[in-house]
Nanobody, 126 residues
Framework: QVQLVESGGGLVQAGGSLRLSCAAS????????MGWFRQAPGKEREFVVV????????YYADSVKGRFTISRDNARNTVYLQMNSLKPEDTAVYYC???????????????????WGQGTQVTVSS
């Protein structure tokens, strides 16, 4: 079965960095568009960034643009999220998600994704 397993979360001071990983199994990883979402306490899960399966194009939420970088290693079936200049408002559970064929054009929408990881907690202290 398909599994997405996130890792790399933790506690960091404001201004610090973390790198999240999401290891995928049970799917043809190179054929999946991969996204990261996050959910803060009491808030809805929100789009963070996506990397397209074919073009490798990336699209970021305005709130993280210039600070976060998504990348993927198809040989390792892993997608990464490098997070720099972290702010307390980045505190959330971060989830990776996979969108396979037929692909959705609504990559900012949770409903576009077929599979989800269990999430990893990121806490940024002020």
């Amino acid at each position: 079965q398909v599994q997405l397993v996130e890792s790399g979360g933790g506690l960091v001071q404001a201004g610090g960095s973390l790198r999240l990983s999401c290891a995928a199994s049970g799917l043809t990883f190179s054929s999946y568009t991969m996204g990261w979402f996050r959910q803060a306490p009491g808030k809805e899960r929100e789009f963070v960034v996506v990397i397209k399966w074919s073009s490798g194009n990336t699209y970021y939420a305005d709130s993280v643009k210039g600070r976060f970088t998504i990348s993927r290693d198809n040989a390792r079936n892993t997608v990464y999220l490098q997070m720099n200049s972290l702010k307390p408002e980045d505190t959330a559970v971060y989830y990776c998600a996979a969108d396979g064929p037929p692909y959705s054009s609504s990559y900012r929408s949770r409903s576009a994704y077929d599979y989800w990881g269990q999430g990893t907690q990121v806490t940024v202290s002020s």
